[in-house]
C-alpha cells in the first residue's frame, strides 16, 4: 500500500500528525496513561493550483488543525503556551522596530528585522520535553516512511522553511519600505503574505529536489536547527506517544478513504 505523505507537530504533553485529510494526536496525561483523539482537516481550497498562494493557504491549514485538536483534545498543550514565549513576542516586537528605524542598508536591516522577528518560535522549540517529542515525532513518521528506524531530524521539517522565509522576508520587506509612506503597511501586508507563499513553493522544490546544491544549501539552516537546538533523542515512552499519534491518523485516514 502506498505511503501517506504525513506531516505533523510537537507538543509540550505529546505528538500532533496530520496527513492528507485527517489529523491525529497523542498526550501522555498526568497518570501516565495515553489519550488520543483525531478528525478532518480543514480545508481551504480557494486557490489551490494558483502558485504563491498555495503555499500560503497549506500552511494556513496546518495551523487551523490546532483548534480543532484543542477542542477534541483540551489536554494538548501547544509549544507557544508558555510565559516564556510572550515575552519573546514583546522583546522581538521592540527589537525589530528598534533595528528598523536604524542607519543599516536597506536588505541587511530586513533580515535583521526578520532574523528579530524569529525569537518567539525559537522560545517555542525550546524545552526537555518539547525536543524530545519533536525528535519522537521525527523518528516516527520516519519510521514509516522508510521501514526502518529513522533519525531524530527530517527532511520535511518546518524547521527547513527558516532558510527560504529568512530570504523571501527580507527581500520582501525591503521592497515594501520603497513604497510611498501611505501605501508601506499595505505593502508590507501583501509582501509577508507573497514571502510565506514563495517559501513554501522553495520548500517543496527542496523535498522533490533534495541532491541539488542549492537545495542542501536553504536546508542548511534547518537542518542544523534541529540537530543543535530543536530536536532530542526521545524515550522509549515518547516514542510510545508518537507512535499513538500515528496510528491513531492512520486508521482516521482509512475510515475516510
Known amino acids: 500500500m502506498e505511503k501517506l505523505r504525513l506531516g505533523g507537530m510537537a507538543l509540550q504533553n505529546g505528538v500532533l500528525v496530520h496527513g492528507p485529510r485527517t489529523w491525529g494526536a497523542a498526550v501522555r496525561l498526568p497518570d501516565g496513561t495515553i489519550k488520543t483523539a483525531s478528525g478532518p482537516k480543514p480545508r481551504l481550497g480557494v486557490g ?26 483540551p489536554e494538548a498543550r501547544l509549544p507557544f503556551e508558555r510565559p516564556a514565549v510572550a515575552v519573546a513576542l514583546v522583546a522581538a516586537s521592540t527589537g525589530a522596530s528598534l533595528v528598523r528605524r536604524s542607519s543599516l542598508p536597506l536588505v541587511p536591516r530586513e533580515a535583521a528585522v526578520v532574523m528579530a522577528s524569529l525569537a518567539p518560535a525559537l522560545v517555542a522549540l525550546r524545552g526537555e520535553e518539547l525536543t524530545a517529542y519533536h525528535g519522537a515525532e521525527h523518528v516516527s513518521i520516519g519510521s514509516y516512511e522508510t521501514g526502518e528506524r529513522a533519525s531524530k531530524e527530517h527532511d520535511r521539517c518546518g524547521s527547513h522553511l527558516v532558510g527560504p522565509l529568512t530570504i523571501a522576508t527580507a527581500l520582501a520587506g525591503a521592497a515594501a519600505e520603497l513604497a510611498p509612506a501611505r501605501h508601506r503597511t499595505a505593502a508590507r501586508l501583501v509582501g509577508a503574505v507573497g514571502a510565506v507563499g514563495a517559501a513554501v513553493e522553495v520548500f517543496g522544490w527542496m523535498a522533490r529536489n533534495p541532491e541539488k546544491r542549492l537545495s542542501r544549501a536553504l536546508a542548511r539552516p534547518g537542518t542544523e536547527l534541529q540537530r543543535r537546538l530543536s530536536t532530542s533523542e526521545p524515550s522509549l515512552a515518547q516514542l510510545e506517544v508518537a507512535e499513538a499519534a500515528l496510528q491513531t491518523v492512520l486508521a482516521a485516514e482509512q475510515a475516510a478513504s
Do not use: C, I, N, T
Open 48 to 73: 489551490d493550483s494558483v502558485p504563491l498562494v498555495r503555499g500560503a493557504l497549506r500552511l494556513a491549514e496546518a495551523f487551523a488543525v490546532l483548534p480543532a485538536m484543542k477542542r477534541g483534545l
